[in-house]
């Protein structure tokens, strides 16, 4: 019976020392030549309906040489043209 209770102890210590040596290895800083998971897109706010929306699915227009992304064709085509009328 004791044996079996210190083969126990024995495989409890054993995994408590791997998860924590797993642990601190998948938390580690990335090294020289590695690169961190990049973020795979930002939330950017439409000017015209203030929705905010992933880039990557936005309607991208340049007015005055600054690049401006809308959530739709819609909000885009309104937002040129309350600017042609203001202009």
Do not use: H, W
């Not at 083969?7 to 290895?25: E, F, H, P």
């Not at 990049?38 to 600054?66: H, N, S």
Request: some cysteine; overall charge positive; glycine content about 8%.
């Amino acid at each position: 019976m004791r044996i079996l209770i210190l083969i126990l102890l024995a495989y409890l210590g054993y995994r408590i020392v791997k998860t924590l040596v797993g642990s601190s290895s998948t938390g580690r800083a990335p090294q020289q030549g590695e690169t961190q998971g990049a973020i795979d897109d930002v939330m950017v706010k439409d000017p015209l309906c203030e929705t905010y929306f992933p880039k990557r699915d936005g309607v991208k227009a340049v007015i005055k040489g600054e690049t401006i992304y809308f959530c739709s064709e819609k909000c885009r085509d309104q937002y040129l043209a309350r600017n042609d009328e203001a202009s």
